[in-house]
């Protein structure tokens, strides 16, 4: 154990480099942006949000069933109903 360490502060070493900002972006980027603390990463993260928040309300436009204060045997049959 060197002088840096202790027991309650153990040194922890890191594959993350010190300046990701140098390299190409890459997959690995992704996996620490949240550490970083990059406003232009966040900004796209809450972009890329906004996009799946936008393909989720068009996809409960398409295919979303109106069943706002029905009982579920009017929204659907039961599994159990005798129909021919």
Do not use: C, Q
Request: glycine residues 4%; positive net charge; aromatic residues 8%.
């Amino acid at each position: 154990m060197n002088a840096r360490a202790s027991e309650a502060n153990p040194v922890i070493s890191t594959l993350v480099p010190a300046r990701l900002d140098r390299l190409p972006w890459s997959a690995f980027h992704w996996r620490v942006v949240i550490g970083t603390g990059s406003r232009v990463a966040v900004f796209y993260g809450y972009l890329a949000a906004a996009a799946l928040m936008l393909i989720a309300v068009a996809v409960v436009l398409a295919l979303g069933v109106n069943a706002e204060r029905k009982p579920l045997e009017e929204v659907a049959p039961p599994l159990s109903a005798d129909t021919p």
